[in-house]
């Protein structure tokens, strides 16, 4: 597996899981992706470190619903001033939700929502740079804003991260910018204005790297998850959404079908 030492500022750099039921998140995303996971003492929360063959990937902590906010899976952007990140963005028309925090030893974390109201993490890394290994199998893949507003979305990561933007479909059909261009983007930004819910909020989503989505979604369900979209060809692989077993929406990214 590649490597990477440090995300670019602005990229991706972590996901974490917020999860009612931590026990049950380590054993199915274990078996799920083969992951191995160590939980922290209390001075850090019992927070949980997934890592694929020995390198990091992701984290996670418990949800105990004092905050009223569901299961889901957080994206983290990364930064060199996370206080300065926080300000850019109030100022460009997002919220804070979070004031930067430090955690000892690892770096800064904040947690802001953009003009759509996704919500989204900041890092500023010292000791943890975050994920070491991406696009990979059972490593993530591929991150993607779904926002019901498009232009103002795009304009902020534009001006608060210094998105280097690149557009990738501007039909009423399908309205796609990117991070970066091509074979080197980091991320992505849809349109979702004409299939999201409306009691669905704006959100970030992660794509996992998977050999077999197929094969990946009948083991989400052998392990007590769900298929929410079942795998579909399209010209950026096979892709799929299932559900873990708290209910946690995550996506999948594998090869189309021969």
């Not at 028309?93 to 004031?99: N, P, R």
């Not at 993530?140 to 990561?157: G, I, M, N, Q, R």
């Not at 794509?207 to 392990?223: C, I, M, N, Q, R």
Request: aromatic residues 12%; proline residues 7%.
């Amino acid at each position: 597996m590649p490597h990477r030492d440090k995300a670019p500022l602005g990229a991706p750099c972590w996901i974490d899981l917020f999860t009612s039921d931590p026990d049950a998140a380590r054993e199915f995303y274990g078996q799920l992706f083969g992951w191995t996971s160590e939980a922290a003492g209390e001075e850090y929360g019992g927070y949980i470190t997934f890592a694929k063959d020995g390198q990091v990937v992701a984290g996670g902590m418990h949800n105990d619903g004092s905050q009223g906010t569901p299961d889901v899976w957080t994206v983290y952007l990364a930064s060199a001033d996370a206080q300065q990140t926080v300000d850019a963005a109030a100022a460009a028309g997002g919220q804070v939700y979070l004031a930067p925090m430090e955690v000892p030893a690892m770096g800064t974390m904040a947690m802001i929502a953009d003009p759509g109201q996704a919500a989204l993490g900041i890092w500023q890394p010292s000791g943890h740079q975050g994920f070491q290994v991406l696009g990979e199998p059972g490593t993530p893949a591929w991150f993607e804003l779904h926002t019901k507003a498009y232009d103002p979305s795009v304009a902020f990561y534009r001006t608060v991260f210094d998105w280097d933007t690149h557009v990738a479909g501007d039909t009423p059909e399908f309205r796609y910018t990117t991070l970066g261009e091509g074979e080197a983007a980091l991320a992505g930004v849809m349109d979702a204005t004409s299939f999201l819910p409306d009691d669905v909020p704006s959100h970030w989503t992660v794509y996992f790297g998977v050999e077999d989505a197929d094969a990946t979604l009948a083991k989400v369900t052998e392990l007590g998850g769900a298929v929410v979209d079942a795998a579909e060809d399209t010209p950026y692989g096979r892709l799929a959404t299932a559900a873990d077993t708290t209910g946690t929406r995550f996506r999948l990214l594998g090869p189309n079908a021969a």
